[in-house]
């Protein structure tokens, strides 16, 4: 069983920038594919973000490409969201998950274990 705890939400004004952080425990960190996704309140969880098991391969929301970057230290069992130039529409609660068979994952069904959510604010 692996625990993810995500950290470094926090609010910010257009424009800025924030580095979210996913702890993992276990060392089969790095047999995982690791996502973000993010969630608002009365909306369906949707993807932000995916690292392949590796670090080779990543993909991005069309919202965010350019602007995200997903990144993993498969030594430190931690994954990084770097955002910038933040917008008021990434206000969400950011979460990252980890998937144990498929190397690389998109969708939400095949994501095997979640962390608990960090809050991002973006103000006007």
């Known amino acids: 069983h692996v625990q993810l705890q995500a950290c470094g939400g926090g609010s910010v004004q257009a424009g800025g920038s924030l580095r979210l952080s996913c702890a993992a425990s276990g060392r089969a960190f790095g047999t995982y594919a690791m996502g973000w996704f993010r969630q608002v309140s009365g909306k369906e969880r949707e993807f932000v973000a995916a690292i392949s098991r590796g670090g080779s391969t990543s993909d991005y929301a069309e919202d965010v490409r350019g602007r995200f970057t997903i990144s993993r230290d498969n030594v430190g069992n931690t994954i990084y969201l770097q955002m910038n130039r933040l917008k008021v529409e990434d206000t969400a609660i950011y979460y990252c998950?980890?998937?144990?068979?498929?190397?690389?994952?998109?969708?939400?069904?095949?994501?095997?274990?979640w962390g608990q959510g960090t809050q991002v604010t973006v103000s006007s």
């Open positions: 998950a980890a998937e144990r068979t498929l190397g690389f994952a998109t969708r939400m069904a095949e994501y095997d274990y």
